[in-house]
Each structure stands twice: as structure tokens, then as C-alpha cells.
């Protein structure tokens, strides 16, 4: 689509762009007071180039729970069911993906996160909850990151205090978030490609183990510990009812890894270069991410890590309950645990680095939406939102409660928040493509004249990632039930999430009524115009690559 297209809405026509430029971007006088000022929603930087776009993609949010976690979750079901279980929620996670990425892709503005699209399609209320659960949920996850990162360090024995290591990684992540966008893609540019890189020498050395090609190996190894000790555990009860509760735990288990990653694109999609070319790139090759990284991770820890090793719940330290690990020990290969700790810390500082970019980025779009603070929308000169950076980053003293172990048990109850939000913020993802979605039908906003992009697998891929992430969410707990597990904090600590997220979205809708807003807006009267003018005239041509630096550069 060109820049000089106009894009036409059933028999409505966009107007010519009414517009100035200054530093390279244009800012449009279209936008009016629903979504904020333009001024404000313009100051962010499109710093980020195709290839940051790219590597974040496949490695922006990966963090110590694949690489640490996998492992408790297979002791948990069995390499069976975690393998199941990853397969079937990586399909249901490339559904959000192809979903909220063709909506983000349409109109790429600056502040565009998924709570700015609810604003959009659906109603305000509901933009202004998953705005507000975005903020909350993300800036709790980055001092979790941070306290895994310390944790890990704890493996070479120190003396000293993890409260160091904390603050080490606080100054350096709030640090790189203060600095301009292209800084926070160069950096995660890098930290995203160190750990796409472990994971390629990982799996490598997964399948030289498969064919006994370790040290202490005497013969192919193969599937062996699918037969000893078992491909399925049982959890709870024996037989088969044991092991549908374990399927069923490490189905919800299994979920952690993937939490946030999809929004990630769409957070980026608002400080990208061109995102109406480089976001459905990503998408498209988000594939690649699921099935090599994820699914080809707990094939391989499945293959050379016993589920039954008591290291993977017990008996390990950071590193050291890391299923790789483990195989890689028994395997008789040393000195390599010390590189994969080094690659799992790089990981968690990465994440916690995303975690917060994402929180003070949808904090920001809340104040560009009018749901928060006009003073979170406030930008430095190179386009950095410093006070919703400031405002997220106070979340990262939570991680000083770790210091002491009945500040553990807080911290933890802290954490147990978000375990429903990425649920929770699937379903509401999913709504506002399928309301967006009718909304260019009614239209006649059309793919591929004004879309940029579109997935068979929509919109089927969204309603079942809505029925089954329904279903994960009431299920979240449902251990806790059982008579020898109940508590009354294990059940709040399960499903406190919801209705924290019910009480913001209907305290906003009871707060909204005297403005007679709409449940759901009128698909007829869902914008779809304003700030498009912006989107198409920042849009560059793309340039031909004539070398295969510039060609992997764009990969």
C-alpha cells in the first residue's frame, strides 16, 4: 500500500493527510481527543530496525522458565505429556499471534499496545483493564526475572549477598530502559541472540547424546527414559486418573514460558521501523520460535534427562535444576553447566529488560488513551516515556523481598498474580481481533488492499484460543481443591487474578456510566481512521538487499 493511498471505509473516504514532520516523523492533525493528543502519541521513537524486530521475536521473552522451569514440569507429567502439553499450547499461542497482529499491523501507532486496541474495537472498559493488568502484571514479572537472575548466581557458591546481584541487575535494566529505543533493540538484540544460539548448541548436543555420544554413554541412548522411568507420571491419584491431574498440571504449567510473548510483538510493533512490513514478518516466522525453541526443547530434555532425577525438584540450584543440566552431568560432560548459567542469568536480565520496556510502554499507552495520568505520557526528546519508566520500575524493589525468607512468601504471592493474567490477557486479545475483524467486514476494509496481514488460521485459531484459555484459567488451581492440598491462600494465590482484573474492568464500567458508553462499540462505529494518515507516511520503501549481510540483517 502506498503512502498516497487513500483507504476506503465502506463510502466514507479517508481525508488527505493533514500532517507536519519534524525529526523524520510525521504527526498528524486527524487524531481528537479519544485517543489522545497526537503530540503525545508521536514522541516515541521508531528506533527499532527489522533485524531488532526479528531477534526479539524469537527470543525477546525466553527466560529462566524454559530453561529452568521445563525441568520441574517434566518431573511433574512425564516427557509425554510435557511434550503434548507445549505442542498444544505453542498451536494456541500462534493463533493469538496471527490474531493480534493483523490488528496491530492495520494501524501501528505509536502507544499501541493490546489494551490501546481494546480502547479501539471494543469498548473503553476493557482497554482500560488490560491496560492496567499489561502494567501490574509485567512490572511484578521483572523483579521475578531479576531474583531468578540472583538465584542462579548462587550456584557458584559466593559469598556474596544476593541483595547485590539485585540491585546490579535493577541499575542496569531500569538503565537501559531509560535510554532510547534503538539502545533497548541493539541490547536485546544481543542478549536474544545469545540465547538462540545456546538453544541451537543445545539441541545439537541433545542429538549427539541421543546417539550416545557423550563421555560415560555406552550405547545409543535414544528414548530410553521413555521406557525408564516411564513416558507419564500420575499425580494426586494412581492409574488413569492420575495421569489426566498431571496432564492437566502440566498443561497449566506449561503455559509460564509462553506468558506475554505475543504482546511483545505488538508492544514493539510501536517503536518499529516500517511495522507494516516488518510486523507480519515476524509473525510469520514466529513459527519458528514455537516449534524449534519450545517443542525441540522438551523433545531434547525429554531424550537425555530422566523424569524421575530428584536434581529437577530438589536438588539443584539455579542452573542446577535445569534438566540440560542434568543430562549434560550424567552424560559426562564438564565444565559446560557453568556456560549454560552463565547464558540462563544473560536470559533472565533479557526478560527482565522486556518485562519492563512492556510495562512502562502499556502505562504510557494508558495515558495516551486517557485511562491513566496525562504525566505518564510525558517523553524525553529521543522519544523515551521516562515517567511511566519510572513509575514501572518501582515494581522492581519488590525484589529485595527475597532477602529474607518470610519476604519470600509475599514476594511469591506477588508473583501468583500474574499467573492468570496471561490467561486472561489471551481471551481479551482474541475478542478484540474478532471485533475488529467484523469491524473492516462492515466496512470494507479488505485484505490485502489496506491489511497487511492475515493468517488462515483466523478467525478459527482465535475462538479456540478463547474456549481453551477459558478453561485454563478455571483450571488454574484446581489442585488446590483436593482435601490433602487445600488452603485458603493456595486458593487465593491461584485465582486472585480474576477478580482483581473483574474489579478494575467493572469499576471502570460503573464509573463510565453516566457517559452512556456502549458494552461493545458498534462494529459500524469502531475507528478505524484515526492515526492511519500517521502510519502511512512514516512507512518507508523498502530497500532491495544486495548483499547477504544487508539480507540477514533483514531476516
Not at 511484578?140 to 541487575?169: C, M
Not at 522486556?354 to 502505562?363: A, D, I, T
Not at 488462515?456 to 485459531?461: A, I, L, T
Not at 484460543?465 to 484459567?473: P, Q
Request: glycine share 10%.
Amino acid at each position: 500500500m502506498r503512502n498516497d493511498d487513500k483507504v476506503t471505509m465502506g463510502d466514507d473516504k479517508s481525508s488527505p493527510i493533514d500532517s507536519s514532520e519534524k525529526d523524520g516523523v510525521v504527526r498528524s492533525s486527524t487524531f481528537d481527543g479519544d485517543v489522545g493528543d497526537v503530540e503525545t502519541v508521536e514522541k516515541t521513537k521508531r528506533g527499532l530496525k527489522a533485524r531488532h524486530a526479528q531477534m526479539i521475536a524469537l527470543g525477546g521473552t525466553i527466560g529462566t522458565g524454559l530453561f529452568v522451569g521445563s525441568g520441574s514440569t517434566l518431573a511433574r507429567g512425564g516427557p509425554l505429556f510435557i511434550l503434548l502439553a507445549y505442542s498444544l499450547i505453542a498451536a494456541l499461542v500462534l493463533g493469538v499471534v496471527t490474531a493480534i497482529v493483523e490488528v496491530s499491523a492495520y494501524l501501528p501507532v505509536s502507544g499501541g499496545t493490546m489494551g490501546f486496541y481494546g480502547h479501539r474495537n471494543v469498548s473503553d472498559s476493557l482497554g482500560f483493564a488490560m491496560g492496567w493488568l499489561y502494567f501490574y502484571s509485567l512490572g511484578i514479572l521483572v523483579p521475578y526475572e531479576i531474583t531468578a537472575a540472583g538465584i542462579v548466581i548462587d550456584y557458584w557458591e559466593t559469598d556474596i549477598n544476593i541483595a547485590v546481584w539485585i540491585s546490579v541487575f535493577i541499575v542496569v535494566i531500569v538503565g537501559l530502559n531509560t535510554l532510547p529505543v534503538q539502545f533497548y533493540g541493539e541490547t536485546e538484540f544481543w542478549f536474544a541472540s545469545l540465547k538462540v544460539f545456546m538453544m541451537i548448541g543445545l539441541l545439537i548436543l541433545s542429538f549427539i547424546l541421543f546417539w550416545g555420544g557423550g563421555p560415560k554413554q555406552d550405547g545409543i541412548l535414544g528414548f530410553h527414559y521413555w521406557k525408564d522411568p516411564g513416558a507419564t507420571n500420575t499425580y494426586l491419584k494412581t492409574g488413569d486418573t492420575g495421569r489426566f491431574l498431571a496432564f492437566l498440571k502440566v498443561l497449566v504449567s506449561s503455559a509460564f514460558p509462553f506468558t506475554f510473548a505475543p504482546e511483545l510483538l505488538v508492544v514493539t510493533g510501536g517503536e518499529m521501523k516500517n511495522p507494516r512490513r516488518n510486523l507480519p514478518k515476524a509473525a510469520k516466522r514466529y513459527f519458528i520460535r514455537l516449534v524449534f525453541f519450545y517443542i525441540g526443547s522438551v523433545i531434547a530434555i525429554g531424550v537425555i534427562c530422566p523424569a524421575d532425577d530428584e536434581r529437577l525438584t530438589n536438588g539443584g540450584v539455579g542452573a542446577g535444576s535445569s534438566a540440560f543440566v542434568v543430562g549434560i552431568a550424567d552424560a559426562g560432560i564438564k565444565g559446560l553447566d557453568s556456560v549454560i548459567n552463565a547464558v540462563i542469568i544473560t536470559s533472565a536480565w533479557s526478560s527482565g529488560n522486556s518485562f519492563l520496556y512492556m510495562s512502562s510502554r502499556s502505562l504510557f499507552s494508558l495515558a495516551v488513551a486517557g485511562n491513566a495520568p496525562k504525566v505518564f505520557a510525558k517523553c524525553t526528546k529521543k522519544g523515551v516515556p521516562y515517567m511511566a519508566v519510572a513509575a514501572s520500575s518501582l515494581f522492581c524493589a519488590l525484589a529485595y523481598l527475597n532477602v529474607a525468607s518470610s519476604g519470600s512468601v509475599v514476594f511469591n504471592w506477588f508473583v501468583n498474580l500474574t499467573n492468570t493474567s496471561g490467561f486472561i490477557s489471551w481471551i481479551c486479545c482474541c475478542i478484540t481481533f474478532l471485533r475488529f475483524r467484523k469491524a473492516c467486514d462492515l466496512q470494507g476494509v479488505t485484505y490485502p488492499d489496506q491489511i497487511p496481514y492475515r493468517s488462515w488460521m483466523q478467525p478459527y485459531g482465535a475462538w479456540a484460543a478463547i474456549v481453551f484459555f477459558t478453561f485454563l484459567t478455571l483450571i488454574n488451581g484446581f489442585d488446590v481443591f483436593f482435601p490433602s492440598l487445600w488452603s485458603a491462600s493456595g486458593f487465593l494465590t491461584a485465582y486472585v487474578g480474576i477478580p482483581i482484573f473483574l474489579c478494575i474492568y467493572f469499576g471502570h464500567r460503573i464509573y463510565s456510566m453516566s457517559k452512556k458508553e456502549p458494552w461493545l462499540i458498534p462494529s459500524a462505529e469502531v475507528d478505524l481512521r484515526t492515526g492511519l494518515d500517521v502510519v502511512l507516511a512514516n512507512e518507508k520503501p523498502e530497500l532491495r538487499a544486495n548483499t547477504w549481510g544487508k539480507k540477514l540483517q533483514g531476516w
